[in-house]
Structures are given as structure tokens and as C-alpha cells.
């Protein structure tokens, strides 16, 4: 495997379901990023990694819930979502926390029925 | 306020056509990073290039174009002879080391090449 991975690529729940979503990346790289992406709007920064620890939680609903268990290895944990929450998660990954390009991985569309 | 702003909802062009994508970027701060993505219909972003703000050297890579202009806060991306593999969604993308490195993204152009 090479570069960001993400698994599923597609996930369909209801709003009652717990489900996660998984992350990893082969660049050797220090942070990690979960994004939102909506139809017609910006990517929307939720959780930062780096080193392992937290540095960014941007008044993401506590339905999301991540988890970095190393550097290589990102988690999104899913509970009792929406249907606005409908959207395709991206994970990132970048050397640092500084302003390096930041490396995606292909996302996971997800359904909220 | 948005910090990124792509006018460009989406843009069509025939085949070998040459198109510039806008971005114009908003910033008080006085060291910045541009960024420039693309997004096919596979869904992952590529990275295509960095640019901080006291680097305002034209860059050309290949078919690829980026005109940086502080005066006017713009970071331009021109693709010359456009090809339909182009088609894609295009991400412009500030970054600001006073606000954690965040990156404020736009909300794209999606540029559609026609054969």
C-alpha cells in the first residue's frame, strides 16, 4: 500500500448505528487530518493530529469522535448521526503541523439514512 | 469572511483550449502558504503546489501555470491545451502559521474538458 488509505469507501448507517471509519498512511508522516466534504461548500478542517496528540478540534459534534492510536493510524468514530452528516470524509496526512502540502487519501462517502 | 475565494463555480472548455482557474486569498498576516489541489471524480485530493508569500516567482510545470500577484492577494492556476484527463475539481488553499497551519480551502472550480 502506498500513500493515504481509507476504508470503507462507502458506508451507508442509520441513525441509530455505530460505525467507524479507518485511516492510514504510508508516507512516515507526523499529522493527521479528518475533513468533511459537502456538496457546494469548503472542506471543513474537523480534527488535527500531530504526534499522536490532538492540536484542532473545530466544534465538531461529540457524535464525532476520533482516535490516533500511532502516527500511521487515524480513526473516526461514528454515533448517532444525522442525515446532514451526509458527506465524504477525507483523511489527510502531512510531515508536521507546519504548513506542509498535505498528502489525501481517496475518502469515504457516507450515507446517513 | 471567506479567506478563500474561487468565483468560478464551474468552467467548460473544449479540448486544447487554454483555461485559468481564479483564486484570491485573504490575510492580514505577512508569512502565508498558497496551495493548489485537484480533485477527480475518484475523490482524492492531489497536490499540485505549495507557494509561501515572499516567493512571487511565476511557476510552470509541464502544461501547468501558476501566477502569484500579492497586490492583488491572487493565485492563479492556468492548465494550457487542456486535455480531457483535466477535468476535475480544482481546490485553491491558504494556510497561516498564526493560525496553526490550518488550511482554509475554497470551494472550488469544477472545470469540465470537452473532446
Known amino acids: 500500500e502506498t500513500g493515504v488509505t481509507q476504508t470503507p469507501r462507502h458506508l451507508v448507517m442509520g441513525m441509530t448505528n455505530k460505525k467507524s471509519l479507518k485511516c492510514e498512511q504510508h508516507?512516515?508522516?507526523?499529522?493527521m487530518y479528518w475533513y468533511k466534504q459537502s456538496a457546494k461548500k469548503p472542506l471543513e478542517l474537523m480534527f488535527v493530529?500531530?504526534?499522536?496528540?490532538?492540536?484542532e478540534n473545530n466544534s465538531v459534534p461529540s457524535r464525532f469522535s476520533p482516535e490516533c492510536p500511532n502516527s500511521s493510524h487515524l480513526f473516526l468514530h461514528l454515533h448517532t448521526l444525522q442525515p446532514e452528516d451526509s458527506a465524504l470524509y477525507l483523511c489527510?496526512?502531512?510531515?508536521?503541523?507546519?504548513?506542509?502540502?498535505?498528502?489525501f487519501g481517496p475518502g469515504t462517502r457516507l450515507t446517513v439514512t | 469572511a471567506q479567506k478563500v475565494t474561487q468565483a468560478q463555480t464551474e468552467i467548460s472548455v473544449v479540448e486544447k483550449e487554454d483555461v485559468t482557474l481564479d483564486c484570491v486569498y485573504e490575510?492580514?498576516?505577512?508569512?502565508?502558504?498558497l496551495f493548489w489541489y485537484k480533485q477527480p471524480p475518484s475523490g482524492e485530493l492531489v497536490f499540485l503546489i505549495r507557494?509561501?508569500?515572499?516567493?512571487?516567482q511565476n511557476e510552470i510545470s509541464g502544461r501547468y501555470s501558476w501566477n502569484f500577484q500579492k497586490s492583488t492577494s491572487s493565485f492563479n492556476f492556468t492548465i494550457t491545451a487542456s486535455q480531457v484527463v483535466d477535468s476535475a475539481v480544482y481546490f485553491c488553499?491558504?494556510?497561516?502559521?498564526?493560525?496553526?497551519?490550518?488550511?482554509?480551502f475554497g470551494t472550488g472550480t469544477s472545470l469540465t474538458v470537452i473532446p
Open positions: 490575510t492580514r498576516d505577512t508569512t502565508y502558504y
Open positions: 488553499a491558504l494556510s497561516e502559521p498564526n493560525t496553526g497551519n490550518q488550511f482554509y
Open positions: 493530529y500531530n504526534f499522536k496528540e490532538q492540536t
Open positions: 507557494r509561501n508569500s515572499f516567493d512571487e
Open positions: 508516507l512516515g508522516h507526523n499529522a
Open positions: 489527510a496526512s502531512s510531515p508536521g503541523g507546519g504548513p506542509y502540502e498535505q498528502y
